[in-house]
């Protein structure tokens, strides 16, 4: 099965201060990887997700982009975080082209901007 | 577009009981659905997957079932015990586009 791995667990930023926030999967090769905000009170949100190297497909306007660089590696970032920003961000994969297969997350990096 | 509740949004029950938690979502026509598991500051753990064709799976004390013409989803949890203690999201997939999330319900074990 697949390993996911996100770091840094914690991460307390100033606002207007840039982000990086990387995510890596091990056990499967080209798969579908997704970036979800789940912010107190309003469940999981869906930010990015990408269906390869350099695809990246934005859920919803913000200032966060993705990027996917290598095949197994998902990026998070930001120019200039906002207090809004807040939140617990969630890394998911699942295989490429996989409808019928489970959606594994990583345990997630906790964001506060102060 | 899809939407999933949950209801309730938080449960509390006494160690041993058997319980049942719903789902239900908007479109019937979905590929599959599966059930997570999250303690309090970590990420999502699978605990189960239903394809749209199977009515049930199950995994030791959990048991989900699926009734896609009503939209519905349970999950069943046998003999609670305080390790229960977690938010249960169920999530539905349909054709190509990602998982669709419910917001949640929090259950409680009570010793």
């Known amino acids: 099965s697949q390993t996911i791995h996100q770091w840094p667990a914690t991460l307390v930023q100033p606002v207007g201060s840039p982000l990086s926030l990387e995510c890596t999967v091990e056990?499967?090769?080209?798969?579908?990887l997704y970036w979800y905000r789940q912010a107190a009170g309003r469940g999981l949100q869906l930010l990015f997700y990408s269906v390869g190297i350099g695809q990246i497909s934005s859920e919803v306007p913000q200032n966060l982009s993705a990027s996917r660089p290598q095949d197994r590696q998902f990026i998070l970032s930001s120019k200039k975080l906002l207090l809004s920003d807040s939140g617990f961000y969630l890394c998911a994969s699942r295989p490429h082209g996989g409808l019928m297969e489970k959606l594994f997350f990583g345990s997630g990096t906790q964001l506060s901007v102060l | 577009k899809q939407e999933v509740t949950q209801i309730p949004a938080a449960l509390s029950v006494p160690e041993g009981e058997n319980l049942v938690l719903n789902c239900s979502f908007t479109?019937?026509?979905?590929?599959?659905l599966q059930w997570f598991r999250q303690d309090p500051g970590k990420g999502l753990t699978s605990l189960l997957l239903i394809q749209s064709s199977q009515r049930e799976q199950t995994s030791g004390r959990l048991n989900a079932s699926l009734d896609k013409s009503s939209g519905r989803s349970t999950l069943y949890i046998a003999a609670s015990q305080p390790g229960d203690s977690a938010t249960y999201l169920c999530?539905?997939?349909?054709?190509?586009?990602?998982?669709?999330f419910g917001k949640g319900t929090r259950l409680s074990v009570i010793a």
């Open positions: 056990g499967t090769s080209n798969p579908n």
């Open positions: 999530a539905v997939g349909s054709g190509n586009t990602p998982l669709v």
């Open positions: 479109d019937s026509a979905i590929y599959n």
